[in-house]
T-cell receptor, first 116, second 112 residues
């Protein structure tokens, strides 16, 4: 158990809909990262938040957005969903801001999103 | 594109040492080598990381060549639970962004 929690575990929805994925980092961790993993693919970095502020963006679509709240939990919002958005979505947390290259990330169990 | 090259798959007998290679020929001086593994769609699990020196922890050993262009992750006594996809990642910081680029990894199958 990494200490990172994600809800829900599974999510099934229809095209065009909007969903919110939630992540609670390990106690004391200030950074939250979001990743997308499509079927049999590697992880794609989406976005990184540190202590409530966006720090880095990866290949995140404009239809996707995220935020980190004062209690440090984070939400990833996916809108106008398409079939291709079906994937595993992982969040990870770390203590250091992400500016240090020795930033070890601890991953949650993921949310499996299925868009029908 | 990922900065690392790994074999797509490997087999290892249970109880033997599993040696997973990784090439990172374009690594720069301040970039670390990290290893994670992912067991069947679970969240990736941190294994070990290093800069120049060899490293060892309770899970594995990391051997980095002197020129830092390649490394090997060693699982000393592989068990069936070590069957997973192993990712070698070069961690870089580009300007104010933090890039973590994952390749396809090596699918390690431990056989009884």
């Amino acid at each position: 158990d990494s200490g990172v929690t994600q809800t829900p575990k599974h999510l099934i929805t229809a095209t065009g809909q909007r969903v919110t994925l939630r992540c609670s980092p390990r106690s004391g961790d200030l950074s939250v990262y979001w990743y997308q993993q499509s079927l049999d693919q590697g992880l794609q970095f989406l976005i990184h938040y540190y202590n409530g502020e966006e720090r880095a963006k990866g290949n995140i679509l404009e239809r996707f957005s995220a935020q980190q709240f004062p209690d440090l939990h984070s939400e990833l919002n996916l809108s106008s969903l398409e079939l291709g958005d079906s994937a595993l979505y992982f969040c990870a947390s770390s203590f250091i801001s992400g500016g240090a290259v020795t930033d070890t990330q601890y991953f949650g169990p993921g949310t499996r999103l299925t868009v029908l | 594109d990922a900065k690392t090259t790994q074999p797509p798959s490997m087999d290892c007998a249970e109880g033997r040492a599993a040696n997973l290679p990784c090439n990172h020929s374009t690594i720069s001086g301040n970039e670390y080598v990290y290893w994670y593994r992912q067991i069947h769609s679970q969240g990736p699990q941190y294994i070990i990381h290093g800069l120049k020196n060899n490293e060892t922890n309770e899970m594995a050993s990391l051997i980095i060549t002197e020129d830092r262009k390649s490394s090997t992750l060693i699982l000393p006594h592989a068990t069936l639970r070590d069957t997973a996809v192993y990712y070698c990642i070069v961690v870089s910081e580009m300007d104010s962004n933090y890039q973590l680029i994952w390749g396809a990894g090596t699918k390690l199958i431990i056989k009884p």
